[in-house]
T-cell receptor, first 115, second 116 residues
Framework: DAGITQSPRHKVTETGTPVTLRCHQTENHRYMYWYRQDPGHGLRLIHYSYGVKDTDKGEVSDGYSVSRSKTEDFLLTLESATSSQTSVYFC??????????????FGEGSRLTVL | GDSVTQMEGPVTLSEEAFLTINCTYTATGYPSLFWYVQYPGEGLQLLLKATKADDKGSNKGFEATYRKETTSFHLEKGSVQVSDSAVYFCALSDRYSGGGADGLTFGKGTHLIIQP
């Protein structure tokens, strides 16, 4: 099984502070993704990575940056958190079964509250 | 661009009832289609998938058929249980848009509540 670990799992922070969420995978997958989940919106793609130092923007990238300096780690940074970024954040990897269908495997999520 | 539309609910059913959750999509290419399930407090798990027209995905008593002519992928189960209570997401991967590597496009999710 593909292993994905997100940290922290829960975080409460104040408006204007920087926040970094970490996604760690153990299976050497090339593609990694960050989504946010909000009521009434489903899951929306923030950023994704297709290799070390190769990243691209998703649908809702404003206010977020990412970095991937190692294959196994994909970091999501909120430079100055706002209340609108209160959400549950999910990391995912692409095609864990090697079937090339576009299937994603998700981590357990990180719940962020910005006060 | 690609999009997925599904009923949001909540959908409330009695145990052993028949379930249908509608899902329709628009895509520029030839998408793969997925249903994911999210149990309370957990991440998303793949429930079933179909990669080409007329394929039927099935798992845990759930089924969905890829209908290209109606651009639909409705989820069905003949007899639901309390343990099926969860949020269900329909999603697509458009392999001709970014090669399928730019992630999935999700519907907004359907909250299903099964009462004993």
């Amino acid at each position: 099984d593909a292993g994905i670990t997100q940290s922290p799992r829960h975080k409460v922070t104040e408006t204007g502070t920087p926040v970094t969420l970490r996604c760690h995978q153990t299976e050497n997958h090339r593609y990694m993704y960050w989504y946010r989940q909000d009521p009434g919106h489903g899951l929306r793609l923030i950023h994704y990575s297709y290799g070390v130092k190769d990243t691209d923007k998703g649908e809702v990238s404003d206010g977020y940056s990412v970095s991937r300096s190692k294959t196994e780690d994909f970091l999501l940074t909120l430079e100055s958190a706002t209340s609108s970024q209160t959400s549950v954040y999910f990391c995912a990897i692409n095609d864990p079964g090697g079937t090339h269908t576009g299937e994603l495997f998700f981590g357990e999520g990180s719940r962020l509250t910005v006060l | 661009g690609d999009s997925v539309t599904q009923m949001e609910g909540p959908v409330t059913l009695s145990e052993e009832a028949f379930l249908t959750i509608n899902c329709t999509y628009t895509a520029t290419g030839y998408p793969s289609l997925f249903w994911y399930v999210q149990y309370p407090g957990e991440g998303l798990q793949l429930l079933l998938k179909a990669t080409k027209a007329d394929d039927k995905g099935s798992n845990k008593g759930f089924e969905a058929t890829y209908r290209k002519e109606t651009t639909s992928f409705h989820l069905e189960k003949g007899s639901v249980q309390v343990s099926d209570s969860a949020v269900y997401f329909c999603a697509l991967s458009d392999r001709y848009s970014g090669g399928g590597a730019d992630g999935l496009t999700f519907g907004k999710g359907t909250h299903l509540i099964i009462q004993p």
